[in-house]
């Protein structure tokens, strides 16, 4: 069957030459070229530098970071505390290295830095023509996952926010479709269901805090009530797709190591959507803690409040 996707691939045209584009083009350019022509354990190195130079810079965001893993646990000591926002600053800054690997490096090269360390259950369901939610998380090298699974040949179709500049657009689609993957607009709740009723996989993020709406409060690490979607349910239960967890973490080698866990739909309770999403959310933890240092504590996971019109004093 032939794939389909609601988002339209941007065609070139000469406006996007326009002098105020020049900035996207000459950035984009000088990462694919840096990307490139360097050995990865430069890149490695030079990404690690430029996220200490943010973490000088984003005092902020260092704040957050250091918040959220309070939070998150209480009973970490001060010193491994400080090591970890340390690193996932450094992690960060790889992350923009990562994203350069991912849109610009030829397939050939990309598959030396894969190590397929459990992909079963995806090639299993996809034998059964099984639609599988895919359920990663935030990790600061989601880019090269998502790119993963397709050289592996399990593509996938991702939720997608078009940019608003047209440049950024034109190179940011180009790079997430490589290796077979497809878009759907993020908002395009039918689109969604459909592909996995067809027997596709869809790239899904259940572990941020995105509001209130379609969400519910349940236990989070030591967060008793960190706000939840509920978007897999109701993708699971309209669709009656199979559900697995996937990561694609770094390991000390410099490679990354993609895994897809056992299915976790049979035992899911769809019926109940704060069960459903408190069950979610320990398995969510499980991949995070694979390699928590790679995951997006800079944002502000535990910003939302049970009750909407309270202060939240978490981040005061």
């Given at each position: 069957?032939k ?5 339209e691939?941007p ?97 050939w ?10 992909i ?64 759907i607009?993020?908002?395009?709740l ?28 349940v ?8 706000c ?41 309770p ?17 991949v ?14 535990f ?14």
């Amino acid at each position: 069957m032939k794939k389909r996707t609601h988002v339209e691939k941007p065609e070139f045209t000469l406006a996007l030459l326009h002098p105020k584009h020049w900035g996207v083009w000459l950035g984009f350019g000088l990462l694919a070229l840096l990307v490139n022509l360097l050995p990865y354990a430069l890149l490695y190195r030079l990404g690690r530098g430029i996220g200490l130079l943010g973490m000088k810079l984003g005092k902020s965001r260092a704040k957050i970071a250091h918040r959220n893993l309070e939070l998150a646990f209480p009973d970490m000591e001060k010193q491994e505390l400080e090591r970890m926002v340390t690193e996932n600053f450094k992690n960060t800054g790889m992350a923009l290295i990562e994203t350069g690997i991912t849109w610009f490096w030829p397939t050939w090269r990309f598959k030396r830095i894969l190590v397929a360390k459990d992909i079963a259950t995806l090639e299993s369901l996809r034998a059964e023509g099984k639609g599988v939610l895919l359920c990663c998380v935030h990790a600061l090298n989601l880019e090269i996952t998502a790119r993963a699974f397709g050289v592996l040949g399990l593509q996938g179709y991702g939720a997608y926010r078009p940019h608003t500049n047209p440049a950024y657009e034109f190179i940011q689609y180009r790079g997430r479709t490589r290796n077979g993957n497809q878009l759907i607009y993020r908002r395009d709740l039918k689109q969604m269901i459909r592909v996995l009723r067809e027997g596709e996989r869809l790239f899904y993020l259940p572990d941020q805090d995105y509001g209130h709406n379609k969400s519910v409060f349940v236990p989070f690490f030591a967060v008793e009530e960190a706000c939840t979607t509920t978007g897999t349910s109701i993708l699971s239960s309209t669709s009656k797709c199979a559900i697995v967890t996937g990561s694609g973490f770094r390991n000390s080698a410099g490679k990354y190591d993609i895994i897809a866990n056992p299915r976790i739909d049979l035992d899911y309770p769809k019926k109940d959507d704060i069960a459903a999403a408190a069950y979610m959310n320990h398995y969510i933890e499980q991949v995070i803690m694979r390699a928590p240092e790679q995951w997006l504590w800079l944002h502000k996971r535990f910003k939302s409040m049970p009750d909407e019109t309270q202060t939240n004093s978490r981040y005061l």
